[in-house]
């Protein structure tokens, strides 16, 4: 993949009508393509037309756009000038995100030189199904895929070789035991909330692990910090992690494996390293990059039209060719002339390249949820922090809960904290605490196990869960939430996200306690700037208030997240974990 962004700019002219655009491009290509410039004096008027493409795919969209201009495509009238970026999708993600008031768990926030583009090409479905379940109001057209290129695990060819390759069909376990033997491969990754070819590499993962059987959870949890330690937040870095000669100590003491993109491993052979690298199909098929066409929902009409001809002028059979150029295959799966296939590569469209990802069943084969599930366990299974978790004790936790055959919210939240602290790693200081009214004297709250290191107290932890039952008090959220808050704050960590996670089914309901306005005043007045402490309530049943509970994340960051069903809490909970911003350095 290339390195860096690079700008390039295309002029579509001579459009009649936005509704019914026909159009000429000519293209001003910045540092890659020279310089050319066809301008129909009859023009009137000017729509701009941004368009943001994945860098490995620009240089065949400029490509395209500049040959129809030099056909002549043109009908007088509005002229239509398309600026057509080089972007990392992670970018154009993160502005997408804070446009709708999202947060994409690892994004980061949008640079505040950014802006959203018109029409947008990343190089997968993902990001946009990550995008539509965290902002709802975010409705992209067409989506259409224009390009794929298979993702495949990267291996040296001599590694390959001592596993079978290239005659011996492999697949995701195969990979997941060299990962989890006694002498593990080198594996790498880049980060999977960042780059979907590393995405899609970690779900077909993970799926191997869970259908290993056994215990499923703590396969799935070594396979994740067996990646972790290998992952790299550029691609290039990863890609300068593989043996960079060819003795037996170099290749022992470089990258094994990584789930990368076909383009990629082409374009890097293509430098013709020491030691070349094997396309490893495995199965079952990941996702591939499909690099759907998105037009951007908000753009005026005239834009609209025009992103149609261009999407038109995308797909017609030449540009086949011009993809093959770039290392990318037809959207089928097919690849045009001059493409040069790895070896093993299913040839051209069949085999296990176009098989749908991961069993989904949701557009294209990719499950959101499953997406949003391996979001969550990688960003908690990767990171560090110090938590209070807070559970609600009050006796509206007795209630049933039929699709958890009938067991009790009390048992199901407690079922969700429970797996949940599988996934943190001993580096991680954890407390617990319960709380209702009066529970200890006037108390509401009762410390269960101080925060430490988990260290030294995951049996304690694991043990004071299973003491925990409903009593027969009310709500004392406000008191609680102060106390946790304040407990949190006064031991705060650097480089750590510091936090309380607390869990309830209602509403304050302590007449003797503090009100809502002395709690979020005295929040206020205690919170830190340089020691902030992040607030996460997750909410369960008909009985809580959401408003209720974003009065105090709004205060103190953090968020609120309510479910009906408490049997969804425990995807709730991985995903409020993962969602939490950076520590402070």
Known sequence: MSAGRHRMHSKLRGVAAAASATALVAVTAGAWFGYRELVQPSCSGEIQLSVAVASELAPAVDAAAGRWAEDGAAVGGTCIKVNVSASDPVDVAAVVAAKHGAILAGVGQASGTAVTPDVWIPDSSTWLLRLKKEATAFAPTNGASIARSPVVVAMPEPIAVRIGWPGAKLGWSDLLKQVNSSKPLRTGIVEPTRDAAGLSGLMSLTAAASAAGGDSQRSTIGALRALATGRSALRNDLLAR?????????????????????????????????????????????????????????????????????????????????????????????????????????????GPSTAPANGGAAAGGLDPVAIDRVVSSWSIATQTGRMLAVIDVSGSMKDEVPTANNRTREEVTVEAARRGLSLFDDSWSIGLWTFSTKLVGNRDYKQLVPIAPLSGQRDKLEAALSTIRPSDGNTGLYDTMLAAYQEVQRDWQAGRVNSVVLFTDGKNEDDNGISQQKLLSELKRVADPERPVQVIIIGIGEGVSKAELDSITNVTGGGSFVTKNPTEIGGIFLKAIALRPPAPR
Do not use: M
Request: charged share 20%.
């Open 242 to 350: 593989f043996p960079t000669a060819a003795d037996p100590t170099a290749i022992a003491n470089g990258l094994g494996a990584a789930a990368l993109s076909e383009e990629d491993v082409i374009a890097y052979n293509s430098k013709k390293p020491p030691v070349e690298l094997a396309a490893l199909y495995l199965e079952p098929a990941p996702a591939p990059l499909d690099y759907p066409y998105a037009v951007l929902p908000g753009i005026e009409p005239a834009k609209a039209s025009a992103a149609r001809v261009l999407y038109e002028v995308l797909t017609t059979p030449g540009f086949r060719d011009r993809l093959a150029a770039q290392s990318l295959r037809a959207p089928d799966g097919n690849w045009g002339d001059g493409f040069k296939a790895p070896q093993g590569a299913p040839s051209p469209a069949g």
